[in-house]
């Protein structure tokens, strides 16, 4: 059964930065699709970053600018670079690679 090793997640103060950490098997990481999602409380699973296998890296709108998500070939990872955070960025995020789910890691943040 392929895991995905999430990492990263915690209480943050408003302004603050976060970086997510999602380790894969090179089996799935190499030429797949792989991004970042989250869920609120109440609220439905949205996209938060997606890089594709080929073409354009997308961020949710509410993102953009704060939000950078990266991949480390040689490490089969993938990370989100979350800076300015801010209260409604509290949410589970997921980690989505090759089609598998990472088990979710909590974001909190507030002051």
């Known amino acids: 059964q392929v895991q995905l090793v999430e990492s990263g997640g915690g209480l943050v103060q408003p302004g603050g930065s976060l970086t997510l950490s999602c380790a894969a098997p090179?089996?799935?990481?190499?030429?797949?699709?792989m991004g970042w999602y989250r869920q609120a409380p109440g609220k439905e699973r949205e996209l938060v970053a997606f890089?594709?296998?080929?073409?354009?890296?997308n961020y949710a709108d509410s993102v953009k600018g704060r939000f950078t998500i990266s991949r480390d070939n040689a490490k089969n990872t993938e990370y989100l670079q979350m800076n300015s955070l801010k209260p409604e960025d509290t949410a589970v995020y997921y980690c989505?690679?090759?089609?598998?789910w990472g088990p979710g890691t909590q974001v909190t943040v507030s002051s």
């Open positions: 989505y690679i090759g089609g598998f």
């Open positions: 090179g089996s799935i990481f190499s030429g797949n699709g």
């Open positions: 890089i594709p296998s080929s073409g354009r890296t």
